[in-house]
């Protein structure tokens, strides 16, 4: 072989060891040119990376203005060193722009006759861009895997030049953006989606399962439950429907399977099991059994429908999805009308009051009244349980015990309850006899605790719609469900222990009409119930997932549980109360969000703002 062919080979070895290396390293690190807007300034202020209040300030080119806005992501590298055998930059501090101001060069005074028409105009001034440090984002040439997001701890060089954020994997490392999970939206810079409209960045909610096998990965968002919050007609339910579909799929999660099903079979029953997610809705205005249908929009098109494919976006109606269950239960009460299709009905059997006696407290019981009240109802189920006894009724109904209350509760000389005449009657009056009680229990053939498993099923997303239901009936109805639900996920020696043993997530639209800072009994009840669940969530693999036009009715206790939390468009008032937080430098913005814009705080990932998909992924009519 002669040295030319040898150089020659050696020469072609180098070019592919080359073109290996281009092509491994990902934008905008290597080669890529990118979009520069300015450079850092140093002149009239310091730059500042401090524990707290960072100062960083970007000189933009004047031929650039118009490409930045308050809230775009930049990135600034930091120069190549002379250690580094690279001869591009590795790490760039990424930033976002909170502050945008024209500033004075010296020398130039508006203060003349004319104004404006003469100069200066403004490219006499110069405009500079305040930029609030997030990360840092390293790429490691030697390392396949990709960028490393890590915490500012120095200041960017005085001149470095200043680029736009136009790379989607480098800004989800950036912000710590979930690679994958439940869609909520797409990234964007007031109301824009970015980089750009035609590939935005998608924005997942966290959300590791034992069939993606990641679950090592963390909790999912949904266990650490998720708060939607938007003035009425920001678009609340749309949003929540197309989140809704997201969760609605064939995923499974482990949990543990409850000690009462353990006793029970006795047989070697393992300690944890995989099981498809049950998603609960509580349908106050009978909009979310809609969900089963596709959407009737006409957005949505055969190539939106592509689109949504393209992103592994999930959409239709759910009854169609051979992945998922979807079923609707009604509740059946006296003297209305069930209108839904498809429906089921079940009824409220006055059994839930045996382990939920708060649940017969009308308005605030005296303190004797209350213990009257409890020991009558207490002797009324011991009777039921005995066979022997007269009420030895193993199927307890309201109008029985009305009966066994009257009886008890009839006469001060001889009621084993009180000598209390004025007690008796204020026990009585409350229990005795109630119309509205008559309505609520122990309707239609099968009850809620008869349907407890085809309700609760996993791998089912379930409606429950009590839009035929007013005033203090619908409050009295969803709190008795949302006792059963409750106690049975987190109490221990539950009787229903397949509600214990399934992963769970409650929706519940309107939430400030049932858990707010309750001044009634019963209500209090139920918002004490949810305290208790909400802390306990990720243990029970129970999320909530609370919809309210008025976040700060919620109790302070379960909003303060409420990890992830989205903002649609809201009144300023809202956003000034002690009560909700919303981050600060949304506070402004949120006022104004156009339907669909919102801004989104997840565990461990900085607050952002996203816009919706502008179809409902399933029906909406409204
Ligand atoms: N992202 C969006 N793009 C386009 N239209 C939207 C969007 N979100 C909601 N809408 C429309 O706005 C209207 C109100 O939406 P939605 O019912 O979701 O509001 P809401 O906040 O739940 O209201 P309410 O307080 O009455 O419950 C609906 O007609 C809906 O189709
Ligand atoms: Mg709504």
Same mark, same amino acid.
């Given at each position: 072989m002669t040295d030319d062919i040898l150089d020659e080979v050696r020469q072609d070895r180098e070019d592919e060891q080359n073109e290996a290396d281009t092509g491994t390293v990902p934008a905008p690190f290597g080669d890529y040119e990118g979009h520069r807007v300015g450079h850092i300034t140093a002149q009239d202020e310091p730059i500042v990376v401090d524990r707290e209040d960072s100062y960083i300030r970007a000189f933009i080119d004047s031929s650039f203005r118009d490409d930045v806005r308050l809230g775009n992501y930049l990135r600034i590298p930091y120069p190549v060193s002379e250690e580094q055998d690279v001869d591009f930059p590795t790490s760039m501090l990424v930033g976002v722009i909170n502050r945008l101001e024209y500033a004075t060069v010296a020398n130039i005074t508006d203060k003349q006759d004319g104004g404006y028409?003469?100069? #200066? @105009?403004?490219?006499?001034?110069?405009?500079?861009?305040?930029?609030?440090?997030?990360?840092?984002? !390293?790429?490691? #040439?030697?390392?396949?895997?990709? $960028?490393?997001?890590v915490t500012v701890d120095k #200041?960017?060089?005085?001149?470095?030049?200043?680029?736009?954020?136009?790379?989607e994997e480098f800004l989800r490392t950036a912000l710590r953006i979930p690679q994958e999970g439940a869609f909520l939206g797409h990234m964007a810079v007031s109301g824009d989606r970015i980089p750009s409209e035609e590939s935005p960045l998608p924005y997942y909610l966290f959300n590791p399962n034992a069939t993606d096998d990641n679950e090592n990965l963390g909790e999912p968002a949904i266990f650490r439950h998720l708060q939607v919050a938007g003035s009425t007609g920001s678009g609340k339910t749309h949003a929540s429907k197309n989140i809704l579909r997201q969760l609605a799929t064939d995923k499974r999660y482990t949990i543990e399977v409850? /000690?009462?099903?353990?006793?029970?079979?006795?047989?070697?029953?393992?300690?944890?099991?995989? %099981?498809?997610?049950?998603?609960t809705i509580i349908d106050p205005e009978g909009e979310y059994v809609e969900m089963g249908n596709d959407p009737t929009d006409?957005?949505?098109?055969? =190539?939106? %429908?592509?689109?949504?494919?393209?992103?592994? +976006? &999930?959409? @239709?109606?759910?009854?169609?999805?051979?992945?998922?269950?979807?079923?609707?239960?009604?509740?059946?009460?006296?003297? !209305?009308?069930?209108?839904?299709?498809?429906? %089921?009905?079940?009824?409220?059997? $006055?059994?839930?009051?045996?382990?939920?006696?708060?649940?017969?407290?009308?308005?605030? #019981?005296?303190?004797?009244?209350? *213990?009257?009240?409890?020991?009558?109802?207490? &002797?009324?189920?011991?009777?039921?349980? =005995?066979?022997?006894?007269g009420y030895g009724n193993p199927q307890p109904t309201y109008?029985?015990? *009305?009966?066994?209350?009257?009886?008890?509760?009839?006469?001060?000389?001889?009621s /084993?309850?009180?000598?209390?005449?004025?007690?008796? +009657?204020?026990?009585?009056?409350? +229990?005795?006899?109630?119309?509205?009680y008559r309505r609520i229990f122990d309707h239609g053939t099968d009850s809620l605790t008869d349907l407890t498993q085809q309700m609760f099923a996993p791998g089912q997303v379930t409606v429950i719609p009590t839009d035929h239901l007013r005033g203090s009936t619908d409050r009295i109805v969803v709190s008795c469900l949302l006792a059963h639900i409750v106690q049975n996920k987190i109490g221990s020696n539950v009787n229903y222990p397949h509600i214990k043993g399934t992963p769970m997530l409650l929706a519940l639209d309107e939430a400030h009409e049932y858990i707010s800072e309750a001044s009634d009994p019963r209500e209090r009840y139920l918002v004490s119930n949810f305290q208790q669940a909400a802390k306990r969530g990720r243990k029970d693999k129970f999320g909530l997932y609370v919809i309210t036009q008025t976040p700060q009715d919620i109790n302070g206790e379960i909003r303060k549980q409420m990890n992830t939390r989205i903002y649609l468009g809201l009144e300023r008032d809202v956003v000034e109360s002690h009560d909700v937080y919303v981050p600060k430098e949304f506070k402004e913005s949120v006022t104004q969000f156009n339907k669909g814009q919102m801004v989104v705080k997840q565990p461990d990932v900085r607050p952002v703002e996203l816009v919706g998909l502008p179809v409902c992924l399933t029906r909406h009519d409204s």
């Open positions: 028409r003469h100069e #200066p @105009g403004e490219q006499s001034f110069s405009y500079v861009a305040q930029i609030e440090p997030i990360s840092t984002v !390293t790429f490691n #040439p030697e390392d396949d895997a990709s $960028f490393e997001q #200041p960017p060089k005085p001149g470095c030049d200043v680029y736009l954020v136009e790379d409850p /000690p009462e099903e353990r006793e029970e079979d006795n047989v070697d029953v393992q300690d944890e099991r995989v %099981r498809g997610l049950n998603t006409g957005g949505y098109t055969t =190539d939106f %429908r592509n689109d949504l494919d393209a992103q592994n +976006i &999930r959409h @239709g109606g759910i009854q169609q999805d051979p992945d998922v269950g979807f079923e609707v239960f009604v509740p059946q009460i006296e003297d !209305t009308n069930i209108t839904h299709n498809n429906a %089921r009905s079940f009824g409220i059997p $006055f059994e839930i009051v045996r382990t939920n006696r708060q649940l017969l407290y009308s308005s605030e #019981p005296p303190e004797r009244t209350r *213990s009257a009240i409890n020991q009558t109802i207490s &002797r009324y189920f011991r009777e039921c349980n =005995d066979p022997q006894s109008q029985e015990f *009305s009966q066994y209350a009257e009886m008890l509760l009839d006469d001060a000389d001889n /084993p309850i009180t000598q209390n005449e004025s007690v008796l +009657i204020a026990a009585r009056e409350r +229990i005795v006899d109630q119309y509205e």
